[in-house]
């Protein structure tokens, strides 16, 4: 690969690279082949847009959203990241990494502790503006270089954590323990954190469906399985499909319950301004600022890195690599702008990248094309898509936390030795059993102490 060349070396000249449109991403999109350039973008733009639908649903209700928010989160954040992040085939939208940060927001200020939805999102949407401003100015003052300094035993056990988190957290939904009669009366915000929902899987054992369960393995494996067959087959789109029409026929009288007895009609009026809130301020609230904007921040910029990083070596980019400085200033405008449309914080989505990749992308266009193909299915299938059992949506998920772990990946931090594979085995264990910051900045702080103290020792 290139190594960039005239990256400029001072805050203005940054920031006027920032807003420059047609910059390096684009030196693909020749005279000669523009044509073939673009199909081949519109045509992974669309494999990724039919993909991304049922994710960024099950993404945006494990997080304590709505589905529809996903399906905005997705789009906007394409668009955005598109123009102002620094690399050429990244896909922005909801990811896995988020969930459990914004899951325990949701939770904290909606209605599991007396609030509500609305009071939730909009503080959620404060501490997303508030971090997109501190990754522009990281962005700004060169501060992405170093996001490359987080151990790869660290980023490994924090995707395992992460993983193993999504796939117990989404219990209830597969074994179909949410009855029609549980439902009724329940606020829509119902969704819990990782330990709640263990819990309410345990004492409602009991109420165990196995016909939900079918579902939710029948989506998992078609998808799998499609998938592995050939990445232009939406496996998602087709399982989802095909497990909605059984939950409608053969199953309808089997207690499945679907994504609108719990969230109600998907609207497709999608862009709507939410504004920021703030709770009555006091310590407890500053210190979840800062813990919600840390935890925002260092998603948004590891992640992203990694994606640009893995987007580079998968595309085989012998042209201009990934600017991380831009990505960062796209990153943050990412953060400060999609939440206010109805969506949340994303990043680059490491799957739907590749997808994208493999799939044909070449310039940003593909990410362009994959937001308006991914808005315009959702608006005419939003009466559909809430027909979609419960389960589809589990199966779906777990899916995403099975693709999450890399057994190549684990096998190069074991041959990395024995402190490196202890480190990405306790990340991975804390993520899901403290919370992610905790897990991650606990780490972090061990794997440096130690790391010093080893060199003194030497």
Known sequence: MMEAKNIPSTPAGRLKLFFTFFDARWEDLKKGSWGKVVYRDLSAGLIVAMTAIPMAMGFAMAMGMRPEHGIIAGALACVIGRTFGGSKYQVYGPTAAFIPVIAALISKYGTDSGGTFEQAHGFLILNSIIAG??????????????????PNSIIVGFTVGIAIAIALTNAEDILGIESYADLLGQDEDIRGGLISNIQSAISNIHKINPWSIALGLLTFFVTRILLKISVFIPGPVIAIALSTVLGATVLADKNIVLVKDIYGQIPNNFFVFTAPSLPAMNGAVLLDILYFVGAIVFVSGVESILCSTMADKLANNKGTPFNPDKEFFGQGMVQVFTPMVQGFPCTGALARTATSIRAGA???????????????????????????????????????????????????IRRHGNFETLMMVYTAVMVPLTDFLTGVLSALVLYFIIKKLFIRAK
């Open 133 to 150: 401003i501190v990754l522009i100015l990281m962005g700004i003052f060169g501060f992405g270089k170093y996001a490359r300094l987080v």
């Open 362 to 412: 070449v310039t940003p266009l593909a990410g362009y094309f994959k937001a308006v193909l991914k808005i315009t299915m959702a608006y005419f299938l939003a009466d559909y898509l809430e027909l979609v059992p419960m389960a589809c949506i589990g199966g779906i998920l777990v899916w995403v936390a099975t693709n999450m772990i890399k057994p190549a990946e684990i096998r190069d």
